[in-house]
């Protein structure tokens, strides 16, 4: 399959780095040795004539120090894992273990050997980007279990997550299922804007209450719609943010992550199935904007086993490579919530931020060339 042009011209963006002259080490002369003179001493004998004694032999070597060699060189560091050799690395691997993963579709195969240079020219070296290349294009190939769980850190093999439903993974310290408030800013923000928050939701159902609907096949049938204030990260062209002025704000002071960002709803006496989703550089943040309050009728959301009830106005922070799923046992109220799943800034650094959003950002711009 040929690249499109556009996609062609995207690569003449990619300019070679300037080159780099290490500055040479700084010298000092060497100390001056001193000899000191021996005294003169006597021939032991009486005849009271000095001598000179003659120099002391140095110290026979042991067997051991003759044996010892000179100390070898520091070695110089391992260079730092590039994206060409990251996409290389990955795609040998799959191609010669056909029994343990799946061949990448052609269209696959064609944005991934062009992405490297579109980095190239946009972003430094930046190894653990590279490595969260490598690794999703392995964990979204792997066919078998066992091959998937090997891939990951030990850190991760032992938590109590599912990870066969890893698809990408950014080599990061493993979060908690669900973290403090105080861990990010944005909990304490939603919270502080939730009166008005709450009233830009009813703008927005007064003025198209028929835009909600299920985002996958897992909501189907359980309660769940949403109406995206974002999509894949980015702004809707037909979205009416004039109505949404906070939200907005609130919203866009994060990285938000190719996932979900905006308005859902949990019908009355439904819930989500237990689920887990499969990427781990992302976290999630829910603000609760109405839901019942009688006893037994308060709707939680459960992760790895930990259940937390929603109250309005308050913020809940968690990772979703868990299990986990949702319950609003109220017969007559439903649950509304702001969603918006971030890039976790808490562990990355905005250069490698940034770096990942340009890539789901090309890969969307790709597959809309290939559909179109």
């Given at each position: 399959?040929?690249?499109?042009p556009?996609?062609?011209?995207?690569?003449?963006l990619?300019?070679?780095?300037?080159?780099?002259l290490?500055?040479?080490?700084?010298?000092?002369?060497?100390?001056?040795?001193?000899?000191?003179?021996?005294?003169a001493?006597k021939?032991?004998?009486?005849?009271?004539?000095?001598?000179t004694?003659?120099?002391a032999?140095?110290?026979?070597?042991?067997?051991?120090?003759?044996?010892?060699?000179?100390?070898?060189p520091?070695?110089?560091?391992s260079?730092?894992?590039?994206?060409?050799?990251a996409?290389?690395?990955?795609?040998?691997?799959?191609?010669?273990?056909?029994?343990l993963?799946s061949?990448?579709?052609?269209?696959?195969?064609?944005?991934?050997?062009?992405?490297p240079?579109?980095?190239?020219?946009?972003?430094?070296?930046?190894p653990?980007?590279?490595?969260?290349?490598?690794l999703?294009?392995?964990?979204?190939?792997?066919?078998?279990?066992?091959?998937?769980?090997?891939?990951?850190?030990?850190e991760?093999?032992?938590?109590p997550?599912?990870?066969?439903?890893?698809?990408?993974?950014?080599?990061l310290p493993?979060?908690p299922?669900?973290?403090?408030?105080?861990?990010?800013?944005?909990a304490?923000?939603l919270?502080?804007?939730?009166?008005?928050?709450r009233?830009?939701f009813?703008?927005?159902?007064?003025?198209?209450?028929?835009?909600?609907?299920?985002?996958?096949?897992?909501?189907?049938?359980?309660?769940w719609?949403?109406l995206?204030t974002?999509?894949?990260?980015?702004?809707?062209p037909s979205?009416?943010y004039?109505?949404?002025?906070?939200?907005?704000?609130?919203?866009e002071?994060?990285?938000?992550a190719?996932r979900?960002?905006?308005?859902?709803?949990q019908?009355?006496?439904?819930?989500?199935?237990?689920?887990?989703?499969?990427?781990?550089?992302?976290?999630?943040v829910?603000?609760?904007?109405?839901?019942?309050?009688?006893e037994?009728?308060?709707?939680?959301?459960?992760?790895?086993?930990?259940?937390?009830?929603?109250?309005?106005?308050?913020?809940?922070?968690?990772?979703t490579?868990?299990?986990?799923?949702?319950?609003?046992?109220?017969?007559?109220?439903?649950?509304?919530?702001?969603?918006?799943?971030?890039?976790?800034?808490?562990?990355m650094?905005?250069?490698?931020i940034?770096?990942?959003?340009y890539?789901?950002?090309?890969?969307?711009?790709?597959?809309?060339?290939?559909?179109?």
């Open positions: 399959m040929q690249p499109s556009l996609l062609l011209l995207l690569l003449l990619a300019l070679p780095a300037a080159p780099f290490p500055k040479p080490p700084s010298c000092r002369p060497p100390a001056e040795l001193g000899a000191k003179r021996r005294p001493a021939s032991g004998k009486g005849f009271g004539a000095p001598v004694a003659p120099p032999a140095p110290p026979a070597a042991s067997k051991k120090a003759r044996k010892k060699g000179p100390p070898a520091p070695q110089p560091p260079p730092p894992l590039s994206y060409s050799s996409v290389s690395s990955a795609l040998s691997q799959i191609s010669s273990s056909p029994n993963y061949a990448p579709s052609p269209p696959t195969l064609q944005f991934f050997e062009l992405l240079a579109l980095l190239d020219s946009r972003f430094p070296p930046l653990r980007v590279a490595e969260f290349l490598r999703h294009l392995l964990l979204s190939h792997a066919s078998d279990p066992g091959e998937k769980a090997g891939l990951l850190p030990p991760y093999k032992r938590s997550r599912p990870l066969q439903d890893l698809h990408a993974f950014f080599p493993p979060p299922p669900f973290l403090p408030n105080s861990a990010h800013p944005i304490a923000a919270e502080a804007a939730a009166p008005a928050i009233a830009e009813a703008a927005l159902r007064a003025h198209d209450p028929g835009a909600f609907r299920p985002l996958t096949n897992l909501n189907e049938g359980c309660g719609s949403t995206l974002h999509e894949n990260g980015a702004r809707r979205f009416p004039r109505l949404v002025p906070s939200t907005l704000a609130l919203l002071s994060l990285p938000i190719g979900i960002a905006g308005f859902s709803r019908a009355p006496l439904s819930g989500i199935p237990p689920h887990s989703d499969g990427n781990n550089a992302w976290l999630t829910q603000l609760c904007l109405s839901c019942a309050t009688a037994g009728e308060v709707p939680y959301i459960e992760n790895c086993g930990e259940r937390r009830y929603y109250r309005p106005g308050e913020a809940l922070l968690y990772d490579t868990y299990e986990h799923h949702t319950r609003n046992p109220s017969p007559t109220e439903e649950r509304v919530v702001l969603h918006v799943d971030f890039w976790n800034e808490l562990e650094t905005r250069g490698e940034e770096a990942c959003q890539v789901y950002e090309m890969r969307g711009k790709f597959e809309a060339a290939e559909a179109g």
